[in-house]
Structures are given as C-alpha cells and as structure tokens.
C-alpha cells in the first residue's frame, strides 16, 4: 500500500513563508519524481512544482517560479516545497504527488497525500 503524508501548512500572513513536508510509506520511491499540486476553493487541482528522482531536475509553474523551491530528501522518499513571499492567491490545499516525470508535472499520478490547508491573509 502506498501512502503520501504531507505536512506544514498553516496561516501566513502575504509575504511570509512556509515549508511544507511529504514523506511516502510503503514502497521505494527512490526511482519516482515527486510532485505539489494545489487546490483553491472552487476551482480545478493545478500543478505547482516537480522534481526528478535525482533532484537534478524541477519544474515549477510560471506563478510560483522565484518564491517556491522544491527538494527532496538524501533518503529521496521526503519532499519538500520551501514557499516564500507568499500571497494571498496562494491559499489552497497542497497536495503531495509520486509518479512517473510525465505523471507528476501533469495530471499527478495515482498516488496522493491527504492535503495539507495553507491559508495566506493580506
């Protein structure tokens, strides 16, 4: 069984930061890319950032480039997604993602976490 469990949200207020954590249980992801999607209250889930198994590789959308970084851990089964100068139209659910490359910087795998709330006020 395979389980993602995200963690670190939280209230920010604009222009502060946040890192959010998902770490994955139940099978060896070392060869997976790792993925954030986000969901804001009545519209579609969208890409936020990708990285490749070797970390060698991320791909951000356009409205997050500059302010968001994603990692991985040396243990490559943790991911994280350090958010900084955030504002208000970051508020959303975050969600963690593993999978293939084509996958998780697209329509996300099969493979999900449970969401984790970061709320940014103005």
């Known amino acids: 069984q395979v389980q993602l469990v995200e963690s670190g949200g939280g209230l920010v207020q604009a222009g502060g930061s946040l890192r959010l954590s998902c770490a994955a249980f139940?099978?060896?992801?070392?060869?997976?890319?790792m993925g954030w999607f986000r969901q804001a209250p009545g519209k579609e889930r969208e890409f936020v950032a990708a990285?490749?198994?070797?970390?060698?590789?991320?791909y951000y959308v356009d409205s997050v480039k500059g302010r968001f970084t994603i990692s991985r851990g040396n243990a490559k089964n943790t991911a994280y997604l350090q958010m900084s100068s955030l504002k208000p139209e970051d508020t959303a659910i975050y969600y963690c993602?593993?999978?293939?490359?084509?996958?998780?910087?697209?329509?996300?795998?099969?493979?999900w976490g449970q969401g984790t709330q970061v709320t940014v006020s103005s």
């Open positions: 990285i490749s198994w070797s970390g060698a590789t991320t």
């Open positions: 139940g099978r060896t992801f070392s060869s997976y890319a």
């Open positions: 993602n593993a999978g293939s490359w084509a996958r998780v910087t697209t329509t996300g795998s099969d493979y």
